[in-house]
């Protein structure tokens, strides 16, 4: 069981920056490879970014690439998103997962989410 649970939403301006943390409880979060999704109202949820369990891979959405960036701390058990030149259409509620299994687009499988925090960027 991991309980994974988000922090560092918030409110900011176009072109801003936010830095998202997800902290995972349990021994065996180095065994996950690990994601961010976000759901906008009205829309699906959509993969963002993802990690694997060592942090020597990493995938972005097309939407994304270059802007953010996905990182991992397997000693303090925590996985990150550093959002930069942020846009309006990036406004949404980010969720972080864990996958023990497939965790890359286009079918990917997590076991695990946390509670969601929320992103608004102002035009």
Not at 13 to 30: E, P, Y
Not at 54 to 59: F, Q
Not at 86 to 101: F, N
Request: glycine fraction near 14%.
């Amino acid at each position: 069981q991991v309980q994974l649970v988000e922090s560092g939403g918030g409110l900011v301006q176009a072109g801003g920056s936010l830095r998202l943390s997800c902290a995972a409880s349990g021994r065996t979060f180095s065994s996950y490879a690990m994601g961010w999704f976000r759901q906008a109202p009205g829309k699906e949820r959509e993969f963002v970014a993802g990690i694997s369990w060592g942090g020597g891979s990493t995938y972005y959405a097309d939407s994304v690439k270059g802007r953010f960036t996905i990182s991992r701390d397997n000693a303090k058990n925590t996985v990150y998103l550093q959002m930069n030149s942020l846009k309006p259409e990036d406004t949404a509620v980010y969720y972080c997962a864990a996958s023990s299994g497939s965790w890359l687009p286009p079918h990917p499988e997590y076991d695990y989410w946390g509670q969601g925090t929320q992103v608004t960027v102002s035009s």
